[in-house]
């Protein structure tokens, strides 16, 4: 927000040039930052390097809530240095940039719980945002599983990129979460030093593993 303050008094940013009505600008600005957010997700799956900080998420085998603010700190940092240089380019309003960050943590926490909606009410919900079944297949050891549905709150950016997928291969129920080589329980005490491991299985698995655990 401050940043955001800071391109309104500095004439930063697209929308500080165009003028166009708030409402629009508004609008247009939190549906630009969640694209955005959606890049970046691709773009730390993508980037050998950035996949490392971003698989300590990846390695939770239990999804629950406190999935969605499991992040390495290295992460954390990076997001904030790339979420700054957009709304200095983007020039969105104060309130926009505010409005968005609820949006964001709210439904990173909403698409990680361990709930399963009504068939129907997730088949329409999910025309509009990320639900926590459309979600969950992003978190399958199955690496085209895992490369999928990388949206946090409007789902339409998976549908439009060509990386929507509807249901995990093995069903919800038969599918396996997290990363074969970061499985054990002590693996989950170095989330820290987790990216500075090599792993012959990087990015993520291909196939979950045979003994069926979860």
């Known amino acids: 927000m401050a940043m955001a303050h800071l391109a309104v008094d500095q004439g930063w940013g697209l929308f500080n040039h165009l003028h166009w009505p708030y409402p629009v600008a508004f609008l247009l600005s939190v549906v630009a930052l969640d694209f955005i957010i959606y890049l970046q997700h691709v773009m730390f799956h993508a980037v050998p390097v950035l996949w490392r900080l971003h698989r300590v998420h990846h390695s939770d085998v239990d999804l629950d809530a406190s999935s969605g603010i499991r992040f390495h700190v290295v992460e954390i940092?990076?997001?904030?240095?790339?979420?700054?240089?957009?709304?200095?380019?983007?020039?969105?309003?104060?309130?926009?940039?505010?409005?968005?960050?609820?949006?964001?943590?709210g439904s990173a926490l909403f698409n990680h719980a361990n709930i399963r909606l009504p068939q129907k009410v997730d088949a329409v919900l999910?025309?509009?945002?990320?639900?926590?079944?459309?979600?969950?297949?992003?978190?399958?050891?199955?690496?085209?599983?895992?490369?999928?549905?990388?949206?946090?709150?409007?789902?339409?950016?998976?549908?439009?990129?060509?990386?929507?997928?509807?249901?995990?291969?093995?069903?919800?129920?038969?599918?396996?979460?997290?990363i074969n080589a970061f499985r054990e329980e002590r693996e989950q005490w170095l989330q820290l030093l987790q990216p500075l491991r090599n792993q012959p299985t990087d990015p993520v698995e291909e196939e979950a593993p045979q003994d069926g655990k979860d």
């Open 77 to 105: 940092v990076l997001s904030m240095v790339l979420k700054l240089a957009a709304i200095a380019t983007l020039g969105p309003p104060v309130l926009a940039v505010l409005v968005f960050e609820i949006l964001l943590n």
């Open 126 to 178: 999910r025309l509009l945002i990320v639900t926590p079944d459309m979600h969950r297949v992003h978190h399958s050891v199955i690496r085209q599983e895992t490369d999928s549905n990388f949206g946090f709150n409007l789902a339409i950016w998976d549908r439009i990129c060509g990386t929507y997928r509807a249901q995990p291969e093995k069903g919800h129920e038969g599918m396996t979460i997290g």
